[in-house]
């Protein structure tokens, strides 16, 4: 009897999270297909017809087609070179034993520990100088910089449980340097480079802070950024509003859809933001 | 031969690790270490000029500059705690009970943690809406009869912080939820079984032998939310605006280093840089010095038990 009642009441905190969860997600949902005034009068309510005017607003007038855009080209970009760039420098840093690369190593992962927005000045004045401002290679450029010491971090500590025997192996058999990462190495740390894209992903496609201080152009902002202008302008017409929110929402719930499971267990062994 | 194939090495390895090297250098390494020597000097607009040692940070600390350092300082610090008390006590309730019911529970996981992979801009938007006067909320305890006209939820100066710091913890509640799950489902189910075969209850298991082994994830845990909390911008810049309505009652030490250096504009008011760095090396300071301290004590604790 107590062991039933127990259970009831762990089923109703985690349905009722659930609902913590779930309610906000839902109105914004249901809302972008409602009027402002039916946001107003009834909140909870399900649609009583189903107008998909609001999201043709935000996609063309409010230019979110742009924004959307722009985060893709960024994200995809950004997540490509993090990838070639830190599986090429995690190689010898996690193969080779040479005193200088596990030094080299220690600095790639101090950048995990450090507070890279307070810099924002310095590469602000950088940027102008190399002709960096107000360009999406410059986004793109910030974003890899930064993300390189979770993906070395990530790579190189998968790297390194892979047994010798194979490549030394294929390097009796004469292949070169590059062909043993290319052919050995980069099949077998897939399941890292996945982890890798996925956090990568979420984290470029969200962040908010280097758009807003080195993107002005209207068609050179990227989604966060987009979305803080279009809150600015279209203040009181909320079904626009939420119809935004949902289109950016998007693409990010779809890609947890598939790699929830990586997601939780990324998390879980340490591959925390 | 063996000189040969060492020069080789020598050589792939260089061309390997000096694209990484130099894109991680110029966007990570030198812009803070240049704004460090930074604020030791003279600024007029983006210009440095001469060394002037520590007046920028003398500046920081006395009027008119002073009072808002503190009212952020507060914020983030309040920040903290309230992320500690809310956020993370109750991911790891929640933690418990998934880990308590055994079964796969995938579904509760991943539920919980799809909050944390929206930008907090998203999030923070949704949020404003919501708790807008004529909002969704106010609309529902209205209909409920609870309160007697809107609250202004976001518009009061004692109430707009906690609403921030419960939006963030809406947020991020899966992070800290999954570390502790990962945390309690390395315990040696042994260990959990014998205490339940002593008779001792769900919740003394927790609190004599679950909290005990799961002090790595807490210190982790802290650790993120220390650090988290003072780099606390997104949320309340589009819920509250840069300068941290309402009176800069929701001001945090990010928000104030954005508009010292960039004014409220955007980019293209730069405004007292000096200042500006002499408060990011600051907080730098503080955060290692926060992450130090965190590792150090929460460390021992770790090999104690």
């Known amino acids: ?273 | 031969m063996r000189a040969v194939l060492a020069r080789r090495r020598l050589r792939s390895a260089i061309i390997l690790v000096a694209p990484a090297f130099v894109v991680y250098t110029v966007v990570v390494i030198y812009p803070l270490v240049a704004s460090l020597w930074g604020s030791l000097l003279d600024w007029n607009g983006l210009t440095s000029g001469r060394f002037i040692a520590l007046d920028n940070f003398a500046n920081l600390f006395r009027d008119p500059y002073l009072p808002r350092v503190v009212g952020a300082f507060t914020h983030n610090v309040l920040w903290f705690v309230g992320i500690m008390v809310i956020q993370n006590v109750g991911g790891m309730l929640i933690a418990y009970l998934l880990y308590t019911r055994r079964g796969r529970m995938g579904f509760f996981q991943s539920a919980f943690f799809l909050p944390a992979i929206l930008s907090p801009i998203l999030v923070g938007a949704l949020w404003r809406i919501i708790l807008a006067p004529e909002g969704p909320l106010n609309s529902v305890l209205g209909n409920l009869g609870v309160a007697s006209g809107p609250i202004a939820w976001l518009g009061d100066n004692n109430l707009a912080l906690p609403c921030l710091v419960l939006v963030d913890a809406w947020n991020w509640v899966g992070l800290p939820l999954l570390v502790f799950l990962a945390g309690f489902n390395d315990i040696p189910p042994e260990i959990m079984e014998s205490a339940k075969l002593e008779g001792a209850s769900a919740s003394k298991a927790l609190l004599s032998i679950g909290l005990p082994l799961v002090m790595p994830s807490i210190a982790i845990v802290s650790i993120l939310t220390f650090i988290n909390a003072f780099n606390q911008f997104d949320i309340v810049y589009i819920m509250e605006g840069p300068e941290g309505n309402p009176g800069h009652s929701t001001d945090v030490l990010g928000t104030l280093f954005y508009q010292l250096a960039f004014g409220t504009q955007g980019a293209s008011g730069l405004t007292e840089i000096g200042i500006a760095l002499a408060l990011a090396t600051v907080l730098m300071l503080l955060l290692a010095a926060g992450t130090v301290v965190g590792l150090r004590t929460l460390g021992q604790r770790i090999v104690e038990f």
């Open chain 1, 1 to 273: 009897m107590v062991q039933r009642f127990r259970n009831l009441g762990v089923w109703a905190v985690l349905l009722g999270y659930t609902g913590v969860v779930a309610v906000p997600l839902y109105l914004m949902l249901v809302s972008s297909v409602k009027t402002t005034r039916q946001i107003y009068s009834e909140p909870l309510s399900p649609p009583s017809s189903l107008s998909l005017d609001n999201f043709a607003n935000a996609w063309q007038q409010a230019h979110f087609s742009t924004y959307f855009v722009n985060s893709v080209i960024v994200t995809v970009a950004s997540v490509v070179l993090i990838l070639v760039l830190s599986v090429a420098a995690s190689f010898p840093m996690s193969r080779y034993r040479q005193r200088w690369l596990s030094v080299l190593l220690m600095f790639f992962l101090l950048g995990l520990m450090l507070p890279v927005r307070l810099g924002i000045v310095q590469l602000f004045i950088l940027f102008r100088d190399i002709d960096q401002l107000d360009k999406l290679t410059g986004l793109i450029l910030i974003y890899v910089g930064i993300r390189i010491p979770f993906a070395v971090f990530v790579i190189s500590s998968f790297m390194r449980t892979i047994p010798r025997e194979m490549e030394e192996a294929a390097r009796i058999d004469g292949a070169s340097e590059w062909q043993v990462l290319r052919h050995i190495f980069v099949p077998l740390v897939r399941p890292a480079l996945a982890i890798v894209a996925i956090f990568s992903a979420i984290a470029v496609w969200n962040d908010f802070f280097f758009p807003l201080i080195f993107i002005y152009s209207d068609e050179l902002k990227t989604m966060p950024l987009g979305l803080a202008t279009f809150m600015g302008q279209y203040r009181s017409d909320w079904g626009l509003l939420f119809a935004g929110l949902t289109i950016s929402s998007v693409p990010l719930v779809v890609l947890y859809l598939f790699t929830s499971r990586q997601v939780r267990q990324g998390i879980a062994t340490g591959g925390l933001r």
